[in-house]
């Protein structure tokens, strides 16, 4: 009999963690279950808070998590952060399964120091994710948004018919994607079915025989910007990309462009984004992740008819939920089962 810690939220529903490992692993182990305020309750964002230092998007307080995990062996979670101070009062634990693209909530190092594993759940909501992006795309492309808005103000836009303002179609279009990963690879094979151009950059990963076979072209990302209509961000956030999409980048995109970042919002310089808006050199953005979350009231882009926002959601599905929790309940299960981690860290 194992001791597992679950600690879900109110996305990451604690009771389906339990099923799937039940499923997978069957009900003879002392399973406890906490659930944290999340999305309601805004996590923690960056490294501001002492003694957590290095830790990203997480919820709860130190002295209340350690005190749930106990002396549970494994943990399973989505946001409970796990600092090194906490790691050291927590010594029975010797399995952490994080059911996200990336364990930012785990002090990494500390763990390899303490002989913990740490698992994770790459691709979790790449399906999720990409079909939102399309959404996104979309919404820019057919001017869904410019529509939806006049009319709710009463407006009727006939005139987005006439032919020198109305939108185009994404089998005219080339679509610029950056990150060729779980998500990219996805965007990529939707857009496909659109017949659209696909341009793809990513300086670490070679395109597939069948995206190839279909046309996709992997170029540079100077020619990805002055070739595409639209361009859509999905690279990690990592010091090379970090605010890749700055003032030089923007410039380089073609006149009249539309920005999409559904990735993260490190990725971006906002304040030039909002000035090629602002100039009419991109005609459009939509937006899902930003530098701090959630906005603030007065933020300038808040204020712009070009652009499309949504807070931080297209990951969120129900699908996503099921299968995070399955993906971590076979981790759980290999290692009861002494079998080496899918998904090591």
């Known amino acids: 009999m194992k001791k597992i810690a679950i600690i879900g939220d109110r996305f990451m529903l604690p009771d389906v963690f339990r099923d799937k490992i039940v499923e997978a692993s069957g009900d003879g182990h002392d399973i406890r279950t906490l659930e944290l305020p999340w999305p309601d309750v805004p996590m923690e964002h960056g490294y501001a808070v002492e003694g957590m230092d290095g830790l990203k998007e997480y919820l709860g307080k130190a002295d209340d998590i ?6 549970a062996e494994i943990l399973v979670t989505q946001l409970a952060p796990l600092s090194r101070g906490m790691l050291t009062a927590l010594p029975g634990l010797k399995l952490v399964a994080v ?76 679509v610029g994607v950056i990150g060729y990963g779980n998500i990219g690879t996805k965007v990529v094979r939707l857009l496909r079915a659109f017949g659209t151009k696909v341009l793809v950059h990513d300086p670490y990963v070679q395109l597939s025989a069948d995206d190839l076979n279909a046309g996709v072209e992997q170029v540079s990302l100077d020619r990805l910007l002055s070739r595409s209509d639209v361009v859509t961000l999905h690279p990690r956030v990592t010091e090379e990309t970090r605010n890749m999409m700055n003032a030089e980048t923007f410039a380089k995109m073609k006149p009249g462009a539309i920005f999409v970042n559904t990735a993260r919002g490190p990725l971006c310089d906002y304040d030039a984004l909002y000035e090629n808006l602002v100039s009419g050199h991109l005609s459009a953005a939509m937006l899902e992740t930003f530098s701090v979350e959630p906005v603030p009231e007065d933020w300038p882009l808040l204020q712009l008819q070009n652009v499309t926002l949504t807070p931080h959601i297209a990951g969120a599905s129900v699908r996503t939920v099921t299968f995070a929790a399955e993906m971590a309940a076979e981790e759980v299960r290999r290692y009861i089962a002494g079998l080496p981690p899918v998904n090591p860290c």
Do not use: Q
């Open 99 to 174: 059911s996200r693209g990336g364990p930012v909530n785990i002090d990494m190092a500390a763990a390899r120091d303490a002989g913990i594993s740490v698992v994770n759940t790459p691709g979790r909501n790449a399906s999720a994710v990409a079909e939102f992006t399309l959404g996104a795309i979309l919404a820019e492309t057919r001017l869904i948004r410019t529509g939806h808005e006049a009319l709710r103000k009463g407006e009727w836009r006939g005139d987005l018919y006439r032919a020198d303002r109305t939108g185009r179609e994404l089998s005219e279009l080339t």
């Open 66 to 71: 350690i005190e749930f995990i106990g002396d």
